[in-house]
Nanobody, 123 residues
């Protein structure tokens, strides 16, 4: 059974940065696309970013393009989300996900979900 464990969330002031990590255990996900989603209070979960197993086929939502950077380290079975210039509207629970392809993950066709980590950006 695969488990995705996120870390790195917390409270940060507007304009600050955070780096989220998601590490897979149970089996290697080096052949999977991995991505991040977020869900703000009272809102639906939204796609944030995805990266293919080879490190290419990277996509971002329009709302975070140029602000967030996704990367992965297959040797560590870990995907990262570097979040810069954070705004209060970035406040949400961030969850990582793994799927067969980047397109699948973007569409929410996900094989595994993490439990989520809270990111709170104060104004």
């Amino acid at each position: 059974q695969v488990q995705l464990i996120e870390s790195g969330g917390g409270l940060v002031q507007a304009g600050g940065s955070l780096r989220l990590s998601c590490t897979a255990s149970g089996q290697t996900l080096s052949n999977s696309a991995m991505g991040w989603f977020r869900q703000a209070p009272g809102k639906e979960r939204e796609f944030v970013a995805v990266i293919r197993w080879s490190g290419d086929n990277i996509y971002y939502s329009d709302s975070v393009k140029g602000q967030f950077t996704i990367s992965r380290d297959n040797a560590k079975n870990t995907v990262y989300l570097q979040m810069n210039s954070l705004k209060p509207e970035d406040t949400a629970v961030y969850s990582c996900a793994a799927g067969r392809t980047s397109t699948n993950v973007r569409l929410g066709v996900v094989n595994y979900w993490g439990q989520g980590t809270q990111v709170t950006v104060s104004s």
